[in-house]
């Protein structure tokens, strides 16, 4: 039941914090990501590098999980792996194609050089998640 509860009122969260996305998109995202986070509403729960209702994205990147764990996590959610957040909504309705252009954007946000062929992020011996 708390589970429910928690997925509803992140889910009214996103509703109402996504009525004027365009005017509160900050300019440092680049102009193909900040259409996908609009048209999926993750401009209403994300920042690149500030919290909001979600982690930031930077923050994010650090956890060094691959782009294909980004994709999954997308999908289908841990909220252990961020405690003191609400629960994400699964977002099912992304395309795999667009999911995975957010996570080789997100893992870009850790600061290190893009790795060769950019489909994959190598994992951390010391991963926590």
């Known amino acids: 039941m708390k589970k429910i509860l928690g997925i509803l009122i992140a889910s009214a969260s996103l509703a109402v914090a996504s009525i004027d996305v365009k005017a509160q998109a900050p300019s440092d995202i680049p102009e193909e990501m900040n259409t996908l986070m609009t048209k999926y509403t993750c401009i209403a729960c994300h920042r690149p590098n500030q919290r909001l209702v979600g982690p930031a994205y930077a923050d994010v990147a650090k956890k060094n999980y691959t782009n294909e764990e980004i994709v999954n996590l997308i999908y289908n959610p841990i909220p252990s792996h961020w405690?003191?957040?609400?629960?994400?909504a699964a977002m099912k309705q992304v395309p795999k194609e667009d999911a995975m252009k957010l996570a080789v954007w997100i893992n870009s946000l850790d600061g290190t050089p893009a790795k060769k062929g950019g489909a994959t992020?190598?994992?951390?011996?010391s991963k926590k998640a």
């Open 83 to 88: 405690p003191g957040y609400p629960p994400m």
């Open 121 to 125: 992020k190598a994992k951390s011996k």
